[in-house]
């Protein structure tokens, strides 16, 4: 890539009609997030700004205003991949954003986990963006095939291809999602092949570490979020390895997985059906004729119960950090006032 323009960092008529005639700011990309500020990339080059909010409030990919110093106004996302954060505390953590295609790469062994890319195949749906999913190892696997006809079943939507991620020529098949300003993200578990794609696909050599082979688990190598041009004219964000994918507010996306579980639904007799021994439940009868996997209900009611209650209590959390954050700022300025008063 060898000039930098708006077109080629991935600006569309999406974000050009955003801005008003009076807009002083310049419009750049972030590339990285860190503790207390982005760093971004635009016509300009590069530069590092201080944002008037938390950093923790922007994503990789993010189309931003600025003045050269300071963030000026965050523009809307297209697309928005995210997760409850990990751990106790009920937060949603950004991914990236503005993701034409989630690449959910995962290999043709123990790694390869149906419940697992269901959930990413959710995550893609919430978030907007196109599903793809990466068979790594095939040249490792007996059956290959059957590896790519057991994904391509979990989505009408998706895309599907087996390769090995250390050959350069099969890397090449990803450039139709990574080029022409389009911007590709990878996910998945650690040591499936996320690095080796990403050096292949962007000419950046970083570590790499291979499989532990009792498991067929990785160790992390990506640490962080960065987004790279790609070789053919796009862009990649690769992202760390995710030890567990927490989903919230992606009532859409599991729809989208699962849209013959919820068709079939509507058919029920009743419409407070829970799909166990009712009368006339449509979904029962499909498991009855071998139509549907009593395991995909399972794991659709699953899904559904987790996003209802990480949804809740994210917004729960949400709402008490606003609340904190007001008295917080009344305390501050009664202290002001009465400094003043003092003088």
Known sequence: ???????????????????????????????AVHRASVTVLGPQGIA???PPEQAGN??????????????????????????????????????????????????CNADFNVARLERYLAMAGAAGCLPLIVLTKADEATDADDYVARAQKLSPLASVIALDARNPDAAKRLYPWCKDGQTLALVGSSGVGKTTLQNLLTGIADTTQGMREDDAKGRHTTTSRALRPTLAGGWLIDTPGMRELRLTDAAEGIDTVFGDLSELAQQCKFNDCAHEREPGCAIQAAITDGTIDADRLARWQKLLREDEYNSETVAEARARYKKLGKMYRGAQDARRNKRGDDL
């Open 48 to 50: 590092t700004l201080l």
């Open 1 to 31: 890539m060898t000039e930098t323009t708006l077109t080629s960092l991935g600006w569309t008529p999406f974000f050009a009609r955003q801005l008003t005639g009076d807009e002083t700011g310049t419009p750049a990309r972030v590339t």
């Open 58 to 107: 922007y994503a990789v990919g993010d189309w931003v205003l600025h003045d050269g110093t300071v963030v000026i106004r965050l523009l809307d996302r297209q697309t928005e991949v995210s997760r409850r954060a990990a751990g106790h505390v009920a937060l949603r953590q950004l991914i990236a954003a503005n993701v034409d295609t989630l690449a959910i790469v995962t290999s």
